[in-house]
């Protein structure tokens, strides 16, 4: 099976597994690794050290899985249509939640469906191969890999957007030692658009493409451990 006729298989199959869209990256140094370092060196990541420590890790997907050659990349969308607390009694207490949450458990579901992937991946191709799956806990820059893969472009909001779905989804990848045809990467359609910067309540994106996580309130509610800076929290309501 040469690699054009993989790409169609794993199209075909990760259709049958329930993902929304696949694209394929090559397997290696991330495109975007100087801007990652430089954003590693200016101290955007806060406390999330775990960042620096597989730096190089991070910056070739390829260090993932010896003999990696490409990369299958997923997305899988995660935006329900109506908030899980609204048919409470109005006088219980309610929080704001972030949608990816509202279901659940994202790391399962999407493992389960890319290990489905993979399997059936191995029951295809009679030729011996490794597999690797990876869903946000492994030191893989999934937005790098999407964007290679085709799935969308990195906004100025710093996540991969999609034409029709927006960002409201999750990405999820199998480093594989198969040759699969690469997917071809999507222009970038955010033009003179400033929308996600302006609407920003904490200005934790400090600049078109850049994110300052010590800003931003998915940080400051699950990474972060100690107390939040007070001219932070009004913002953050």
């Not at 970038?188 to 200005?203: E, I, Q």
Request: proline share 6%; hydrophobic share 40%.
């Amino acid at each position: 099976m040469d690699p054009q006729a993989r790409r169609h298989l794993v199209t075909a199959l990760a259709e049958k597994a329930g993902l929304a869209s696949v694209g394929i990256a090559p397997a290696g140094p991330i495109p975007r690794a100087d801007y990652f370092r430089q954003w590693l060196e200016a101290d955007h990541h806060g406390r999330m050290d775990y960042l620096n420590r597989t730096r190089a890790l991070r910056t070739d997907a390829g260090s993932l899985l010896p003999g990696a050659r490409s990369i299958i990349v997923v997305a899988d969308p995660y935006a329900p249509t109506a908030d899980p607390s609204a048919h409470r009694p109005a006088d219980t207490p309610r929080g704001r939640v972030a949608r990816y949450a509202w279901g659940r458990d994202y790391h399962r579901v999407l493992r389960r469906k890319l290990q489905k992937l993979a399997d059936r991946l191995h029951e295809a191709i009679a030729e011996p191969f490794a597999t690797r799956v990876c869903v946000d806990t492994a030191p893989l820059i999934e937005r790098e890999a999407a964007a290679a893969a085709g799935l969308g472009w990195i906004g100025k909001n710093t996540m991969v957007i999609d034409r029709q779905r927006g960002s409201y989804f999750f990405l999820g990848a199998i480093v594989t030692t198969l040759e699969i045809e690469t997917s071809t990467p999507v222009a970038d359609h955010c033009g003179t658009c400033t929308r996600c910067l302006d609407a920003c309540p904490t200005g934790a994106l400090v600049a078109p493409y850049r994110m300052d996580a010590r800003r931003c309130i998915a940080y400051l509610t699950i990474e972060h451990r100690t107390a939040i800076d007070r001219e932070l929290q009004s913002t953050m309501g």
